[in-house]
């Protein structure tokens, strides 16, 4: 392995040209080696664009590079559980887009061939990487709300490309799989549990036959509940709000923060309100460095995949309340 982690891009889709494979190319420890499409053409733009050395017109070519030291898969939902297992076939170290896969067997189907092959391998939940959930989640632990007892979570925004990938349901696309995937782990992630009974209602699109927009309930032991709306076609809004016996924290921008602002945590204790001000920061950036160390240093990824299959699990469960 070389001094810096030669990643590979196994697809040309917008979340890796506009945040990802940035992120690496501004990491301490890895760089943007090669990245491969269905097309060579297609793959030879997107590398000159990006100022990728290395493009290759089938994923194959691109898992059996020998100068690739990681992957990380940014294709359809409906496809990671193909690449992401052979790529663990291969022994190539996976960092694969969220949700997992497109259904919760599949995911566990991954994470036990990573496990069996003894590869690494970690979901990009980014938002959990940067400084403002660490920070909300420290909280949470020392008791700064006492106990937590409610929580909401919404991640909407307007798609208007009807070709768009999200609105394919046979690429496992629709709001849950997309956006609300956020709004369910952000609420596992905070009380450190799975909730015992879930229930959805949801809008599903007559031409895209996906959730287009879903709300949802969790019910957590402990009396602690969540709910939680998102949606393919309502003003961008990511955002979530844990209430607790003694307090209140309110995080207005959740999930997909800007690298270059400030983010603010508003937090009340009992009558007493403050605001946190947390300094910019690339989660993409943080989770790319992390995913290098843990692979340099013979560690887990701070995440352990099998959060991904948990994530999913309440995903499918959620998706039978609302086909009922």
Request: charged share 25%.
């Amino acid at each position: 392995m070389s001094e810096q982690l030669r990643w590979g891009i196994l697809s040309t889709a917008n979340i890796g040209r506009k945040k990802v494979i940035p992120a690496i190319q501004a990491s301490s420890n890895g760089v943007a080696h090669a990245v491969a499409s269905r097309e060579l053409e297609r793959a030879r733009a997107f590398a000159d664009e990006l100022n990728i050395p290395n493009a290759y017109g089938t994923y194959d070519e691109l898992i059996n590079d020998p100068e690739v030291d990681a992957i990380y898969i940014p294709t359809p939902n409906s496809e990671h559980a193909e690449w992401s297992i052979k790529c663990a076939k291969a022994g190539k170290p996976t960092l694969c887009e969220k949700p997992l896969a497109s259904n919760s067997e599949e995911a566990q189907r991954m994470v036990d061939t990573f496990a069996e092959k003894g590869v690494l391998f970690a979901e990009a939940f980014m938002y959990r990487f940067h400084p403002q959930t660490v920070t909300v989640k420290q909280m949470i632990e020392d008791g700064a709300i006492g106990d937590l007892k409610t929580m909401s979570a919404t991640f909407t925004f307007s798609i208007n490309d009807p070709e768009n990938v999200r609105l394919s349901k046979d690429l496992a696309g629709g709001a849950l799989m997309d956006v609300g995937c956020y709004c369910i782990n952000v609420m596992r992630h905070m009380t450190d549990a799975e909730p015992y009974r879930v229930q959805a209602l949801a809008d599903m699109g007559e031409q895209s036959g996906v959730d287009e927009a879903l709300t949802g309930v969790l019910a957590f032991s402990d009396g602690v509940m969540g709910h939680f709306d998102c949606s393919l076609r309502a003003h961008r809004t990511h955002t979530y709000d844990l209430r607790g016996t003694t307090g209140r924290i309110r995080v207005d921008e959740g999930f997909v923060m800007a690298d270059t602002a400030e983010t603010v945590i508003h937090y009340w204790q009992d009558n007493d309100y403050e605001q946190i001000t947390i300094s910019p920061a690339d989660s993409y950036q943080i989770m790319v460095e992390d995913f290098a160390d843990a692979l340099r240093n013979n560690r887990p990824p701070r995440f352990h995949p099998q959060d991904g299959v948990d994530n999913m699990r309440v995903i499918d469960r959620l998706v039978t309340s609302f086909y009922l």
